[in-house]
């Protein structure tokens, strides 16, 4: 008797967009009741692999079967028709319809064809939610008004409200807290003990030694390595096989005592904004990186944005260099020299349609203008000067901002405030979307401004890189510094028993 | 402490060429597409105006009048060019045109002859789009909104001025102008004017710190905010900008017609948009191109000229104007989605 086949089997799939070949033959077996983790660095084609899986595009050579039949998924509803559902990071639901209306959007139970059978929708919904572990949510409800961890529950309902064999999930732990995370990881071992198969994307590798049973390790549009044991594969390996080189997390070293006997230049008195975080005071100094660390939620964004001016303090002041800031004004902010690298790098900081050079340039532009006339030879040779500085790759600014690496985005933002002779940098989760081999080399250039006299603040909701990169950490829970300490003196599990409790050292 | 960076001496000019060349050359030739499809319809639509009517459509007389017709909505459509490059919209460019030209010729104010005229047409249009400025810069109103409350009151005041009538010109140095065989420089005024504004609107698109944060705005304007960009008095000052376009475009409607009309401008706010979107500026801001809206100003008036003159009724117009907009704007899809 013949071995079952793999529910799927994709085979040398290619698929070039003009100028990128984005997958360069690869190979993906999924066995029915596996989680099946697929890694690589950012561009290495993950996204794109799972968007064929989906349907959403279509390969250019190669073949896919599904359960031993030859298949061709020529649109999102063929792909959803045999049974494969995705959850993509960016959650695609509609605001302003119900739980309900969404997890049944496009297959309502109808009578006589087109009357929409409201109670059935909204039952079936609450058997999804419940099986999902989240009874709480109201099937009512509109999604708008829902948390993202909800919204996530709420597109795997959808997803299980089909007949589904194989679930896609891009990167479902990167917008959860740890406690959710574990709910996800009890819903995917659900889900694969009744039969159904899981396709799980993510950056964090322990998360993938928990939940993976065979990992796909994707670099450069191939698969370097299909089907190693997750959980026995050392990560040594792994990381190897995904950069091309054996380390995860590289932390530059610190300075003795950086800043000590300088005056802060950044110097925060009892700020604070109603309903998201208390007064607290801050002080940094040149030369020295403090690290705020807190779960989502804790109101670390919200500090961040309220010293940089976008949000307007119910109390206290920012102090910088000795002077006073107006609060709530971002451009006062920014003259007296603060920077901000925000944590939602596409929405919030660049300009996608442009080239580096002028996103770099953005916020020094009188520099190179004369009556408001821009001397664009003046412009693209500081932005070459500041992009060359951090080794921005590639070296040449006049390509369109959009065509870097996450990693590469980040420091084109980061070379705009040292291009503006900023003097206080804050950055909000400045690795997120960074693949692992970029981060080492972004924790170097934030270290290296800091030993040229920048104060830095960072704010992350990865505990090991405040660790790593931060002299003095802040604590924080629901608001509220609840410790603070030089980073040395603390370790990953004290900073999350903190966060977590909120026991102050006392 | 950081210095700024500063730029290398000279090293402006030494960029790399071979480097740079391949982005730069992409990044032209996609522009190119896009200017180089548009001038060939417009050289189709000349080769079938000399096709269908060679002895009047090639006509001196005929190509000075398609290029002074241009004129008038050619002004309003750069304004517009900045404003939807921006993120916005103004619908009230119409109405505007309305109530300057006939402010501008009330019996009072003709009394103050050509100056008078032109510095009342300038003033109504900066202060309508001061109004809509403050209202959607500071007031927070969505420039769809503000703009059409405007298109309504403006249109609304020219026909209380006017009572209906047209009020007809007789300050001379205007109606001079106005001449079939006037020339400024070689060139009819009219066509003179638009050149200029056309000029100064490029440069001030692609040279200066304000087109920069026009592009900047539109393309994002949280990011814009977040990188010390002061959002809304760039706001206000590109409807300031749209006004004073209608301003000189009411000037220049006077000029050609002789006269103020409470009816004037009238559908000028779909025309403009039109132009400019064909042109290639993107609807939903970020991109512009003033070179395009000039290009789709010229293709739709060279499409008028020649309907009107192989006798071809404006509902029939009407509805080749509208296929182009569709061919256009599937034309960039396509463009846009290999690059």
Redesign the interface.
């Known amino acids: 008797m013949a071995p079952e086949p793999p529910l799927l089997s994709m085979s040398g799939i290619t698929k070039s967009f003009p100028g990128v070949r984005a997958l360069d033959g690869v190979d993906l077996d999924v066995q029915a009741g596996e989680v099946h983790c697929l890694l690589g660095q950012n561009g290495a084609g993950k996204s794109t692999l799972i968007k064929v899986l989906a349907g959403a595009h279509q390969p250019d050579t190669g073949t896919i079967h599904w359960r031993g039949e030859p298949v061709t998924l020529r649109s999102p509803i063929a792909a959803m028709r045999l049974g494969i559902a995705t959850i993509y990071q960016e959650l695609d639901l509609v605001e302003h319809l119900s739980v309900a209306e969404n997890v049944h959007l496009g297959h309502e139970p109808t009578a006589a064809g087109f009357v929409v059978r409201r109670r059935t929708a909204k039952e079936s919904t609450a058997h999804l939610l419940k099986r999902l572990g989240h009874p709480e949510i109201d099937p009512g409800r509109l999604v708008g008004e829902l948390s993202a961890a909800q919204q996530q529950i709420v597109s795997m309902a959808r997803a299980l409200s089909h007949d589904v064999r194989l679930i896609v999930m891009d990167e479902p732990s990167a917008a959860l807290d740890p406690d959710e995370v574990d709910n996800l990881f009890r819903i995917v071992g659900d889900l694969t003990a009744d039969g159904v198969a899981v396709v799980y994307i993510s950056h964090r590798l322990e998360e993938i030694r928990r939940i993976g049973d065979r990992v796909t390790v994707l670099k450069d549009g191939r698969a370097v390595a299909g089907g190693l044991p997750a959980k026995s594969t050392p990560t040594r390996d792994v990381v190897a096989l995904m950069t091309g080189r054996n380390v995860e997390y590289v932390f530059p070293e610190r300075p003795a005592a950086p800043g000590q006997g300088e005056q802060p230049l950044l110097h925060v008195r009892g700020l604070a904004r109603d309903g998201e975080f208390e007064p607290f005071d801050l002080t940094v100094r040149p030369g020295e990186i403090v690290g705020l660390a807190g779960l989502v939620g804790s109101g670390r964004s919200e500090i961040l944005e309220t010293i940089y001016g976008a949000r307007k303090p119910s109390a206290g002041q920012v102090v910088v260099a000795g002077r006073p800031l107006k609060p709530g004004s971002v451009r006062a902010a920014v003259r007296a020299g603060l920077g901000l690298a925000p944590e939602e790098r596409k929405a919030q900081a660049l300009l996608m349609l442009e080239s580096v050079t002028r996103n770099v340039s953005i916020s020094s532009m009188s520099r190179f203008a004369k009556a408001g006339w821009i001397d664009r030879g003046a412009e693209l040779g500081a932005a070459r000067a500041a992009t060359r500085e951090l080794s921005l790759r590639p070296d040449n600014p006049s390509v369109p901002i959009r065509t870097l690496s996450g990693g590469n985005q980040q420091k084109a933002v980061l070379a705009r405030w040292l291009l503006r002779g900023c003097r206080v940098l804050l950055l909000d989760e400045p690795t997120r979307g960074v693949d692992v081999g970029a981060r080492a080399e972004l924790y170097a250039v934030v270290r290296r401004l800091a030993d040229e006299g920048l104060a830095v603040l960072l704010v992350s909701s990865e505990v090991p890189e405040v660790l790593g990169l931060a002299d003095r950490v802040l604590v924080l829970r629901e608001g509220r510094v609840v410790h603070t300490a030089p980073a040395q003196e603390l370790d990953e599990h004290r900073v999350l028993d903190l966060v977590m409790e909120g026991s102050p050292a006392s | 402490?950081?210095?700024?960076?500063?730029?290398?001496r000279g090293?402006?000019?030494k960029?790399r060429p071979a480097?740079?060349a391949p982005?730069?050359r992409g990044?032209m030739a996609r522009a190119d597409v896009r200017t180089l499809s548009l001038l060939g319809v417009l050289a189709a639509l000349i080769v079938i105006g000399g096709i269908t009517k060679p002895d009047e459509f090639l006509d001196t007389r005929n190509l000075q009048l398609v290029l002074t017709q241009a004129s008038v909505i050619g002004v309003v459509t750069v304004g517009m060019t900045f404003v939807i490059t921006s993120g916005g919209i103004d619908l009230s460019v119409g109405a505007i045109v309305a109530l300057a030209s006939v402010w501008a010729t009330t019996v009072a104010t003709q009394e103050y002859g050509f100056g008078g005229i032109l510095f009342t047409s300038v003033l109504v249009g900066l202060g309508c789009g001061l109004v809509n400025g403050l209202l959607i810069a500071y007031g927070g109103m969505v420039p769809f909104i503000a703009t059409l409350a405007m298109l309504a009151s403006a249109r609304g005041l020219a026909l209380q001025i006017t009572d209906g009538r047209t009020q007809i010109v007789t300050v001379d140095g205007v109606l001079d102008l106005g001449e079939r065989d006037a020339y400024v420089l070689g060139v009819p005024p009219l066509v003179l004017v638009f050149a200029v504004v056309t000029i100064i609107g490029w440069l001030l698109l692609n040279?200066?710190?304000?087109g920069?944060?026009t592009?900047?705005v539109g393309?994002?304007a949280?990011?814009?905010?977040?990188?010390?960009?002061?959002v809304r008095r760039q706001r206000l000052y590109l409807y300031l900008l749209s006004g004073l376009c209608c301003g000189i475009a009411a000037f220049l409607l006077i000029i050609l017609s002789g006269s103020g009309q409470n009816t004037n401008g009238n559908l000028y706010e779909l025309d403009a948009i039109a132009a400019a979107i064909i042109g290639g500026t993107l609807l939903s801001g970020?991109?512009g191109t003033i070179v395009g809206s000039v290009l789709g100003v010229l293709i739709f008036t060279t499409i008028t000229n020649i309907f009107a003159l192989n006798n071809l009724q404006s509902d029939v117009q009407q509805i080749a104007k509208g296929a182009i907009i569709v061919a256009a704007v599937l034309v960039q899809r396509r463009t846009a989605s290999?690059?």
């Open positions: 402490m950081t210095q700024p960076v500063s730029p290398p090293s402006a000019d960029v480097a740079e982005a730069w990044l040279r200066t710190t304000f920069r944060r592009v900047a393309g994002n949280e990011a814009a905010r977040l990188a010390g960009i002061d970020g991109r290999t690059t």
